[in-house]
């Protein structure tokens, strides 16, 4: 590319992947993260010349972006609630929607942030749910199920490299845990296998299937949680679960039918999407 610099490279690159079709602020974004700027970072820098080995870096990232490769796995974290979470092709990316799913659990709960609550991420992936969640109410007993080995390595690289204090256990929904719940929060697989169609290639290609796609038009999971919640939630506690902005009034039917004296909420998220159910 010769002696250009940050603004000339990025532009270029940006171009390129959008004249192909993809997104054009991936390089930027990806870019931002090998180098630790900020935005201000890269106001101060992008009229200075670009070393040639950044030129390559920024060369080889591009033919990854071509292929959908995830900028996330690139770099190898995602920021989750202002943290920052390894990520790579056993776990899932962690979500915004999942983040406010997170936020409302924590609004819902304000009242409830001192006491030593037992709470429950089922399908945890990265573990930025049971981690966030212990870093925000440190005197919460917070376990993370996942029926993954690999992702649950990753979950517990986080915690500890986060300094969270979080159970991790191997296992099927609520299949490891013994005593009562107080908060159940889960964003299990719940994508069919008809909506193969309609998803990202990116997500088709490299992210795990295990942690997307479900069985029963992608409410196995749900109907397995409300089963073995109807016996292990405690008499006051909660359930928060993400669900597919399509799934709202079938999941509520099956938690209506565990928890028949219980209200049940659902919310949407910032796009207008009713992502979130609340079981109380």
Same mark, same amino acid.
């Given at each position: 590319?010769?002696?250009?610099?940050?603004?000339? &490279?990025?532009?270029?690159?940006?171009?390129?992947?959008?004249?192909?079709?993809?997104?054009?602020?991936?390089?930027?974004? &990806?870019?931002?993260?090998?180098?630790?700027?900020?935005?201000? =970072?890269?106001?101060?820098?992008?009229?200075?010349?670009?070393?040639?080995?950044?030129?390559?870096?920024?060369?080889?990232?591009?033919?990854?972006?071509? =292929?959908?490769?995830?900028?996330?796995?690139?770099?190898?974290?995602?920021?989750?609630?202002? +943290?920052?979470?390894?990520?790579?092709?056993?776990?899932?990316?962690? +979500?915004?929607? !999942?983040?406010?799913?997170?936020?409302?659990?924590?609004?819902? !709960?304000?009242?409830?942030?001192?006491?030593?609550?037992?709470?429950?991420?089922?399908? !945890?992936?990265?573990?930025?749910?049971?981690? !966030?969640?212990?870093?925000?109410?440190?005197?919460?007993?917070?376990?993370?199920?996942?029926?993954?080995?690999? #992702?649950?390595?990753?979950?517990? #690289?986080?915690?500890?490299?986060?300094?969270?204090?979080?159970?991790?256990?191997?296992?099927?929904?609520?299949?490891?845990?013994?005593?009562?719940?107080?908060?159940?929060?889960?964003?299990?697989?719940?994508?069919?296998?008809?909506?193969?169609?309609?998803? =990202?290639?990116?997500? +088709?290609?490299?992210?795990?299937?295990?942690?997307?796609?479900?069985?029963?038009?992608?409410?196995?999971?749900?109907?397995?949680?409300?089963?073995?919640?109807?016996?292990?939630?405690?008499?006051?506690?909660?359930?928060?679960?993400?669900?597919?902005?399509?799934?709202?009034?079938?999941?509520?039917?099956?938690?209506?039918?565990?928890?028949?004296?219980?209200?049940?909420?659902?919310?949407?998220?910032?796009?207008?999407?009713?992502?979130?159910?609340?079981?109380?």
């Amino acid at each position: 590319m010769g002696n250009k610099t940050y603004q000339e &490279v990025l532009s270029w690159a940006s171009s390129f992947l959008e004249d192909r079709g993809k997104e054009g602020y991936a390089i930027f974004y &990806v870019f931002l993260g090998r180098k630790k700027w900020t935005k201000t =970072d890269w106001l101060l820098h992008m009229q200075e010349m670009m070393p040639q080995n950044e030129q390559l870096q920024v060369e080889n990232d591009l033919n990854y972006l071509l =292929d959908d490769y995830p900028p996330q796995y690139l770099l190898g974290y995602e920021e989750f609630y202002g +943290r920052s979470f390894k990520v790579n092709a056993a776990t899932l990316i962690p +979500r915004p929607e !999942t983040e406010e799913l997170v936020q409302w659990c924590l609004q819902k !709960t304000e009242k409830q942030k001192n006491e030593k609550l037992h709470v429950v991420d089922v399908g !945890t992936g990265t573990g930025a749910i049971a981690t !966030t969640l212990k870093l925000e109410r440190p005197n919460w007993q917070i376990d993370a199920v996942d029926i993954s080995k690999e #992702a649950l390595e990753i979950a517990q #690289a986080n915690s500890s490299s986060l300094g969270a204090d979080v159970d991790f256990y191997l296992g099927n929904t609520l299949g490891p845990i013994s005593s009562p719940i107080d908060i159940l929060i889960a964003n299990p697989p719940y994508i069919s296998q008809e909506e193969w169609g309609i998803m =990202d290639e990116s997500v +088709r290609r490299f992210e795990p299937s295990l942690a997307l796609f479900a069985e029963n038009n992608g409410l196995a999971n749900y109907q397995k949680i409300a089963q073995q919640a109807q016996k292990k939630l405690a008499k006051q506690g909660k359930i928060f679960l993400e669900i597919g902005f399509n799934q709202g009034e079938a999941v509520e039917q099956i938690f209506q039918k565990e928890f028949p004296d219980r209200e049940i909420q659902r919310r949407k998220d910032l796009a207008g999407q009713e992502r979130m159910l609340l079981v109380h």
